[in-house]
């Protein structure tokens, strides 16, 4: 199966006459398995109609920044949102200029500024417009910013020149991507045991303790350290996610029972990282009938005992110690208090995120983080859960190997 399956890709095409291959790259992306939306410029236009491309893709073509219909819903976002990745193909060197001056003057300009997706650049003019000294400054600018280019290739040019500037043919595009989806090994060999989703702490055979913690993330985890090549260990609470392929997964609902599949997961792993969120308490007594509201008395007094600290006491071990990553959910003074679990509990690291903050932690499909470990710390911007999952278990790798 190819790494683009399942991706979202987002084709930018902008005036030049290289504009009639993007119709086969449209269809070499959809063999691979991706989705692909269009936006064309106005100079696009002028080469190739909008009709071609949404026959091809399966989806409207987008033209216009203020387009009515699209904007009642704040279109231009909504895709910005959607990209996994942007490719412009062609990229013209007016493409390139308005880029390197942060110019959001159409609605393709505006979703390079508007998304987190990876952008990628295929350049398509003239050799000496390659060669100018104008455009070699902005692509080291655009080169600065992490703007990946694929191309130009030389040769003979629709203008009778012959040197650098033709855009790379669509096949050679269409495999460019499907190395930037195609997940490096970095785990390759290893053993990781992920705990995730909350825990529940019975009261009576009906209630419980729990929390918000859905399980997205130490899910997204699994799955991204799967693709790297480790053999994961899924220890989840009660979660309703789907297993990611070819993970081991365990299922428990307690603290205690956690615990114990944590400590055996750990004799056998290279890195432990613990995302679950386990209750700090549960109750000392567990009624063995359903506790009955009694109408005498307006309040109840329920005792509760502390959990173990899970993640502490794998980061504690003399013997089999794996490299161990925890996470700190706070709603006030992030980084403060995760800096202090960090060296309170011995970890290697410390994943912070701020649960209270909107669109992101608990039981949502984005997260905000900031790594953090004895050498500093690294904030990663919003993203989905499954991106940032990808970033955090090559962080991951890399500090556990530096070790």
Same mark, same amino acid.
């Given at each position: 199966?190819?790494?683009?399956?399942?991706?979202?890709?987002?084709?930018?095409?902008?005036?030049?006459?290289?504009a009639y291959k993007s119709a086969d790259l449209v269809r070499r992306l959809k063999e691979r398995g991706a989705e692909v939306r269009v936006v064309m410029t106005a100079g696009a236009r002028e080469f190739v109609t909008p009709l071609t491309y949404q026959a091809l893709?399966?989806?409207?073509?987008?033209?216009?920044?203020?387009?009515?219909?699209?904007?009642?819903?704040?279109?231009?976002?909504?895709?910005?949102?959607?990209?996994?990745?942007?490719?412009?193909?062609?990229?013209?060197?007016?493409?390139?200029?308005?880029?390197?001056?942060?110019?959001?003057?159409?609605?393709?300009?505006?979703?390079?500024?508007?998304?987190?997706?990876?952008l990628a650049l295929a350049p398509a003019m003239n050799q000496a417009m390659w060669r100018h000294a104008a455009t070699t400054a902005n692509v080291q600018t655009l080169r600065d910013r992490g703007v990946l280019f694929w191309g130009p290739a030389a040769g003979s040019?629709?203008?009778?020149?012959?040197?650098?500037?033709?855009?790379?043919?669509?096949?050679?595009?269409?495999?460019?991507?499907?190395?930037?989806?195609?997940?490096?090994?970095?785990?390759?060999?290893?053993?990781?045991?992920?705990?995730?989703?909350?825990?529940?702490?019975?009261?009576?055979?009906?209630?419980?303790?729990?929390?918000?913690?859905?399980?997205?993330?130490?899910? $997204?985890? *699994? !799955?991204? %350290?799967?693709?790297?090549? =480790? #053999? +994961?260990?899924?220890?989840?609470?009660?979660?309703?996610?789907?297993?990611?392929?070819?993970?081991?997964?365990?299922?428990?609902?307690?603290?205690?029972?956690?615990?114990?599949?944590?400590?055996?997961?750990?004799?056998?792993?290279?890195?432990?990282? $613990?995302? *679950? !969120?386990? %209750?700090?308490?549960?109750? =000392? #007594? +567990?009624?063995?009938?359903?506790?009955?509201?009694?109408?005498?008395?307006?309040?109840?007094?329920?005792?509760?005992?502390?959990?173990?600290?899970?993640?502490?006491?794998?980061?504690?071990?003399?013997?089999?110690?794996?490299?161990?990553?925890?996470? $700190?959910?706070?709603?006030?003074?992030?980084?403060?208090? =995760?800096?202090?679990?960090?060296?309170?509990?011995?970890?290697?690291?410390?994943?912070?995120?701020?649960?209270?903050?909107?669109?992101?932690?608990?039981?949502?499909?984005?997260?905000?983080?900031?790594?953090?470990?004895?050498?500093?710390?690294?904030?990663?911007?919003?993203?989905?859960?499954?991106?940032?999952?990808?970033?955090?278990?090559?962080?991951?790798?890399?500090?556990?190997?530096?070790?």
């Amino acid at each position: 199966m190819s790494s683009l399956a399942g991706k979202r890709i987002l084709l930018g095409i902008s005036g030049g006459i290289a504009a009639y291959k993007s119709a086969d790259l449209v269809r070499r992306l959809k063999e691979r398995g991706a989705e692909v939306r269009v936006v064309m410029t106005a100079g696009a236009r002028e080469f190739v109609t909008p009709l071609t491309y949404q026959a091809l893709s399966g989806n409207p073509v987008h033209t216009d920044l203020l387009d009515p219909a699209a904007e009642a819903a704040m279109g231009h976002i909504e895709l910005a949102k959607w990209a996994q990745l942007i490719l412009i193909a062609p990229a013209s060197a007016q493409l390139l200029a308005k880029l390197a001056c942060g110019l959001a003057d159409d609605l393709l300009t505006t979703l390079c500024l508007a998304s987190e997706a990876e952008l990628a650049l295929a350049p398509a003019m003239n050799q000496a417009m390659w060669r100018h000294a104008a455009t070699t400054a902005n692509v080291q600018t655009l080169r600065d910013r992490g703007v990946l280019f694929w191309g130009p290739a030389a040769g003979s040019q629709a203008c009778g020149d012959l040197g650098p500037g033709r855009m790379l043919e669509p096949d050679a595009l269409a495999t460019e991507a499907e190395s930037l989806f195609r997940p490096r090994r970095s785990l390759a060999g290893k053993r990781v045991a992920i705990t995730a989703g909350p825990t529940r702490e019975a009261l009576d055979p009906v209630r419980f303790l729990s929390n918000h913690s859905s399980g997205k993330m130490g899910f $997204a985890l *699994a !799955a991204a %350290a799967e693709r790297a090549g =480790a #053999e +994961v260990t899924l220890i989840a609470g009660p979660v309703n996610l789907p297993t990611p392929p070819r993970v081991k997964r365990l299922d428990v609902t307690g603290a205690l029972e956690m615990r114990d599949a944590a400590e055996r997961a750990a004799d056998l792993c290279d890195i432990f990282i $613990a995302a *679950a !969120a386990v %209750a700090d308490f549960r109750p =000392a #007594e +567990v009624a063995q009938q359903k506790i009955k509201k009694r109408e005498d008395k307006v309040e109840e007094t329920l005792a509760l005992v502390k959990n173990p600290d899970i993640v502490a006491g794998i980061a504690a071990r003399t013997k089999l110690r794996p490299f161990t990553v925890g996470f $700190a959910a706070e709603t006030e003074k992030v980084i403060e208090h =995760a800096q202090g679990k960090l060296a309170r509990k011995k970890l290697d690291m410390i994943i912070a995120n701020d649960v209270s903050a909107p669109d992101s932690g608990f039981d949502s499909d984005r997260n905000a983080v900031t790594v953090i470990d004895a050498t500093g710390s690294e904030a990663l911007p919003p993203a989905l859960k499954t991106e940032l999952a990808g970033q955090l278990i090559e962080i991951i790798a890399t500090r556990a190997q530096a070790q």
